[in-house]
């Protein structure tokens, strides 16, 4: 592929570092029935690296050049199909195959992180496991405990959802051009029992308006929309602040409100 200019906007970090694009390929036992959907491949680091044997692979590519030349890159190969759109935009149920549930991957632009998380979250139950680079800052939020000052929106609605694991931490040095932060590849796999859908969005509202104002207790918080008898029968003191409580107690809240 041509040389390209990283361009600011999509917040383009391109990895080159060969131990650790070979680190994260071994990490993913990839299997010759996968199908693999990559967010943001940019120069194809790790694409190329990817078995051509798997069953099928996506490459969703905000950038028309790089999109372009994916493209041509891969035109011999009839398991490739360039995405050339914002992955926000993409649903991704569109891209099951025979059942096959998609294994997702990419080195995720640091500005626009947790929209994607938020997003995916979405289809959950299409996804087999999903392997991102990030910022590290964003992995030590998603693997956060209740009561650390990391803990907070995205550890929830993550944890709701997914098993989550931080694999190892990347410095600056593996990307071109470096960006000013340490980056971090977690493991994500989607829990086996997944709550109904009614279920899921109740819990996102309390965990949004609880920690939009985190600082308040609970009762001051989710007053509006959350009666002292509801907090009771939960058991759950409202005077605590949201990040005392555990994704159960969310749950027993979201439980009580449907």
């Given at each position: ?197 009614i279920l899921q969005q109740q819990f996102d509202t309390l965990v949004r308006t609880a920690f939009s104002q985190r600082r308040k207790t609970l009762k001051n ?17 409202s005077t605590l602040r949201p990040e005392s409580l555990t994704i159960d107690d969310f749950l027993k ?6």
């Amino acid at each position: 592929m041509k040389p390209h200019v990283p361009r600011k906007r999509f917040g383009q970090h391109f990895l080159h570092d060969r131990t650790i694009i070979s680190r994260i390929i071994d990490s993913l036992e990839i299997q010759k029935s996968d199908t693999i959907l990559e967010i943001g491949p940019g120069q194809g680091a790790l694409t190329r690296h990817l078995p051509e044997s798997i069953h099928h692979l996506y490459l969703v590519e905000i950038d028309r050049d790089l999109a372009a030349a994916l493209g041509s890159a891969f035109a011999h190969r009839s398991n490739v199909t360039i995405i050339n759109q914002d992955v926000l935009s993409v649903n991704i149920a569109d891209y099951l195959q025979e059942g096959r549930l998609l294994r997702i991957i990419g080195n995720l632009p640091y500005n626009i992180t947790t929209p994607i998380f938020f997003h995916l979250a979405q289809f959950a139950h299409s996804i087999r496991d999903m392997t991102f680079m990030v910022q590290k800052e964003v992995a030590d939020r998603l693997i956060a405990e209740a009561g650390s000052k990391t803990y907070g929106r995205l550890s929830l609605s993550a944890g709701l959802r997914f098993s989550i694991r931080k694999r190892f931490d990347v410095g600056p040095g593996a990307f071109n051009p470096p960006p000013k932060v340490t980056s971090s590849i977690i493991h994500l796999r989607p829990h086996e029992q997944q709550f109904q859908d009614i279920l899921q969005q109740q819990f996102d509202t309390l965990v949004r308006t609880a920690f939009s104002q985190r600082r308040k207790t609970l009762k001051n918080s989710l007053g509006k929309i959350i009666d002292a008898e509801t907090f009771k029968n939960a058991d759950i003191d409202s005077t605590l602040r949201p990040e005392s409580l555990t994704i159960d107690d969310f749950l027993k809240l979201a439980e009580r409100m449907i």
